[in-house]
């Protein structure tokens, strides 16, 4: 099986831009979670989404959305960039919603914003 | 709060030694836990989870952790080390009923020759 795949791999942003980054999930899982990696704040849940619903979401601001779409592929959108938006974005995917199932991870978006 | 606590931020060992990473929770029933590995630019790898059962889980690329509901830890080991095996090691997990697993913060394994 194919394993989590996230596009793309580097992006580079201005302040104020906005961007979207994709993961499309192992064949066959239905959840899929976002998570931003920084040296100063580790791994941070985003969202989570199954079955097109977000079903859970961290603690961050509006500017943070997502979607996820019948096939199961998700999306992330980060409006009106900031400085410390800059970070490893993570996608992760799991058969049912993460709580008690493992979670298998892409390789990652990293965003630069300039 | 219920949370995932790695004691150690760097540990350096030498290949061929033993390696034990550290990892203590703090949740009310049992809850499921995992160990994940870091390669530099890349996404987590599972390397072994535990929800319930045996306290002593088996898993990829000659790890096992131990569950040890006295102590609240959930520590990684591996009985020699190879120069491979260096990466960043993050536990995570939560508790029964929680759909959200919390990461720790990471522990940087340095391997010296």
């Known amino acids: 099986k194919a394993g989590v795949t996230q596009t793309p791999r580097y992006l580079i942003k201005t302040r104020g831009q906005q961007v979207t980054l994709s993961c499309s999930p192992i064949?066959?899982?239905?959840?899929v979670s976002w998570y931003q990696q920084t040296p100063g704040q580790g791994l941070q849940f985003l969202f989570e989404y199954f079955s097109e619903t977000q079903r859970n979401k961290g603690n961050f601001p509006g500017r943070f959305s997502g979607r996820q779409f019948s096939n199961s592929r998700s999306e992330m959108n980060v409006s009106t960039l900031e400085l410390g938006d800059s970070a490893l974005y993570l996608c992760?995917?799991?058969?049912?919603?993460?709580?008690?199932?493992?979670?298998?991870f892409g390789p990652g978006t990293r965003l630069t914003v300039t | 709060a219920q949370s995932v606590t790695q004691p150690d931020i760097h540990i350096t060992v030498s290949e061929g030694a033993s390696l034990e990473l550290r990892c203590n929770y703090s949740?009310?029933?049992?809850?499921?836990l995992f160990w994940y590995v870091q390669s530099p630019g890349q996404g987590l790898q599972l390397l072994l989870k535990?929800?319930?059962?045996?306290?002593l889980v088996q898993g990829i690329k000659g790890f096992e952790a131990e569950f040890k509901r006295s102590q609240s830890s959930f520590n990684l080991r591996k009985p020699s080390v190879h120069w491979s095996d260096a990466a960043e090691y993050f536990c995570?997990?939560?508790?029964?009923?929680?759909?959200?697993?919390?990461f720790g913060r990471g522990t940087s394994l340095i391997v010296h020759p």
């Open positions: 064949s066959g899982h239905r959840s």
């Open positions: 995570a997990g939560g508790g029964r009923g929680s759909y959200i697993p919390t």
């Open positions: 992760a995917s799991s058969l049912e919603p993460s709580g008690g199932y493992e979670q298998y």
């Open positions: 535990y929800f319930s059962g045996d306290t």
């Open positions: 949740y009310g029933a049992t809850p499921y």
